[in-house]
């Protein structure tokens, strides 16, 4: 057996090793009030018992689509900060949507074309960076083409100012859609 190959076994069984402990590591002693099993707290599904289970999400278990009133506030059931999401796709909302991440926290759209701007058309790819409502949360890459004499659409340079003014205006919506979701937990 050559150097690579053994090398390669070794790490093979290293991981069925890890593996099976990992396995082993999960199960433990039974706690069942079921007929035929030791007495404990509960079953699988802890039906009689009030213990917690440790869990690998943390201490209120893996939440897809929604929390406490306290993370509705910065995300909720996505993986971005909920108000920037809702407010990039408010801002950009004239152009058409080519594909939007609510998890990974991108949204891209298809090239828009103005009609008072005939041969000159945009598209925006916007990247929601965190959970939390920041300055800083929020990137915009803007592309610009012209049309060219033969009828081509050409890359063409985008004003340095364009992608933070759109982030700008995201940040302003964004603002007001929590300010409005604050004022209306403090009306109920």
């Known amino acids: 057996m050559t150097y690579h190959g053994l090398t390669r076994a070794k790490s093979t069984v290293a991981a069925l090793l890890c593996a099976a402990f990992l396995g082993l590591a999960a199960c433990g002693p039974s706690e069942s009030n079921f007929p035929g099993q030791p007495t404990g707290q509960g079953g699988p599904n802890n039906p009689t018992g009030e213990q917690k289970?440790?869990?690998?999400?943390?201490?209120?278990?893996?939440?897809?689509?929604?929390?406490?009133?306290?993370e509705n506030l910065g995300g909720g059931g996505i993986g971005v900060n909920s108000f920037l999401w809702r407010a990039s796709l408010d801002t950009i909302?004239?152009?058409?949507?080519?594909s939007a991440d609510p998890f990974g926290g991108v949204i891209i759209t298809d090239w828009y074309?103005?009609?008072?701007?005939?041969?000159?058309?945009?598209?925006?790819?916007?990247?929601?960076l965190d959970k939390r409502l920041r300055a800083d949360g929020v990137k915009v890459a803007v592309f610009r083409q012209n049309k060219s004499e033969n009828g081509e659409w050409v890359d063409a340079a985008v004003a340095t100012s364009t992608g933070p003014q759109i982030e700008n205006a995201i940040l302003v919506r964004a603002r007001q859609l929590r300010i409005n979701t604050i004022e209306a937990q403090e009306k109920k």
Do not use: C, N, W
Request: glycine fraction near 16%; hydrophobic fraction near 40%; proline fraction near 5%.
């Open 53 to 70: 289970r440790e869990s690998i999400f943390g201490e209120d278990g893996l939440k897809l689509f929604g929390g406490g009133a306290e």
């Open 93 to 98: 909302s004239f152009m058409p949507l080519a």
């Open 113 to 128: 074309q103005d009609p008072k701007a005939a041969g000159e058309r945009f598209k925006v790819t916007v990247y929601i």
